[in-house]
């Protein structure tokens, strides 16, 4: 009766560990699993896509916040070892090993990686925005109409002011396209963005373009050019030289915007509106791809971004090839393309960095001024993470790409805001 009793002490002992280090484990295998070989959702439901997705892209951009599973998982084996619960101390040392790597590799080849580039990171600034998303809804007191669509749709852009005098030389503008998979979004949905080009000098006009089911294949990036005809044609009243508009788009922005500079006076994709070909100065792409019948068949592109290209171009590759060549900057590539900057992580499982590599070829055949940066350790929609690491390094390579060629003052050293 005594060992007995004995057995049950030591099991009341160890019992609540072995249950600690097995969350522990529910919370760091799937993680890990999603990190070291990515998968892809292709069911109903949210969970599978959260889990797939957003959970892997939060890990990469804050890395360091694993060290608190590391924490508690070293905590979880002490006790668990003075308890006795081998099993527990045993799972506890696995979990605080895996969480350490991967919370230190990623941010320590991002480290690295700034500290090639000439980029300071800034920890605090890493801290203090862990908890904010940079994304936001359209903004209706920023609002104006620049045209009407054939089918009579009113377009909007929300106008983002400087708050620069109204004297002096004239600013230059931005024309910032969201991104969303070609199938959603909104305009100023990073506001972010927005609010730090204002710091550096830009007047800057977010767009809203129609999207399918309605917008027919050319509706999107028409609408674009059309928005850069308007803010042409309106420059003065924004005191913007109309010899200095850049655009800048993230994901399927990124895509469009490209599109939209590199296909000017292309008759075949033309402006939703009456609007003049613009000769844009400079291009930001932010992980947008180049080539979308590659981004379609490419075994590794997730289901929903085929869904949503199919949606765009009515329909796949194969039925229609000369939709997705004329939709693909990468066939307007020429002498005359803008300078552009493209940024991509090279563990980007929406958008393949090959995109960016297929685009960088085409610029330097053609002699085209560019800049390519595969940001390591980084998935897709890192510009969502104002704090991250790589959004850091991006937002020093764009200011200094602007300044080069679009006419804005890069910020001081260190400043990251």
């Known amino acids: ?36 070989i990515p998968w892809h959702w292709g069911g109903p439901g949210r969970t599978g896509a959260v889990l797939s997705y957003l959970v892997p892209m939060l890990a990469l951009s804050f890395p360091l916040h694993l060290l608190l599973v590391t924490a508690a998982a070293v905590v979880s084996w002490y006790a668990a070892l003075r308890a006795g619960a081998r099993l527990a101390a045993a799972l506890s ?59 009579g749709t009113r377009l909007v852009l929300d106008v983002w002011r400087s708050g620069r005098p109204g004297d002096g030389p004239l600013r230059p503008a931005i024309v910032q396209v969201h991104g969303g998979g070609w199938v959603r979004g909104n305009r100023s949905m990073t506001p972010d963005w927005n609010r730090w080009l204002n710091g550096l000098g830009y007047e800057v006009f977010d767009v809203e373009y129609r999207m399918p089911p309605n917008a027919r294949w050319q509706d999107e990036v028409g609408d674009v050019k059309c928005a850069l005809g308007w803010v042409a044609a309106h420059a003065a009243d924004y005191h913007v030289d109309p010899a200095r508009i850049s655009i800048m788009g993230s994901s399927a922005g990124g895509n469009l915007a490209a599109l939209a500079a590199y296909s000017a006076g292309d008759a075949r994709l033309p402006p939703s509106c009456a609007a003049r070909p613009v ?42 090839p000369q939709r997705y060549r004329l939709l693909s900057p990468l066939s307007h590539v020429g002498a005359q393309t803008p300078p552009t900057i493209t940024l991509i992580g090279l563990s980007d499982r929406v958008i393949a960095s090959e995109q960016a590599g297929l685009l960088d070829d085409a610029l330097a055949r053609h002699g085209v001024p560019h800049e390519t940066c595969l940001l390591r350790a980084t998935d897709h929609a890192f510009a969502h993470h104002w704090g991250g690491f790589a959004t850091q390094i991006a937002r020093a390579r764009i200011a200094a790409f602007l300044e080069r060629y679009a006419g804005a003052a890069a910020p001081a050293a260190g400043d990251n805001h």
């Not at 100065?281 to 869904?307: E, K």
């Open 1 to 36: 009766m005594h060992k007995t009793a004995s057995l049950g002490t030591r099991r009341a002992r160890t019992w609540p560990w072995t249950l600690l280090a097995c969350a522990l484990v529910a919370i760091t295998a799937p993680l890990a699993l999603c990190l070291l």
């Open 93 to 151: 040392a696995v979990v605080a090993i895996l969480t350490a790597a991967m919370g230190l590799v990623p941010a320590i080849a991002t480290w690295q990686q700034a500290r090639a580039l000439g980029v300071p990171l800034s920890l605090r600034d890493y801290l203090a925005n862990a908890r904010h998303v940079n994304k936001g809804p359209a903004q209706p007191a920023r609002s104006v109409v620049y045209g009407t669509a054939a089918d």
């Open 279 to 320: 000769a844009v100065r400079s291009v930001v792409n932010l992980f947008g791809p180049a080539d979308l019948a590659r981004l379609h068949d490419a075994p590794a592109t997730p289901p929903h971004i085929r869904a949503a290209l199919r949606a765009y171009a009515g329909g796949t590759p194969a039925a229609q």
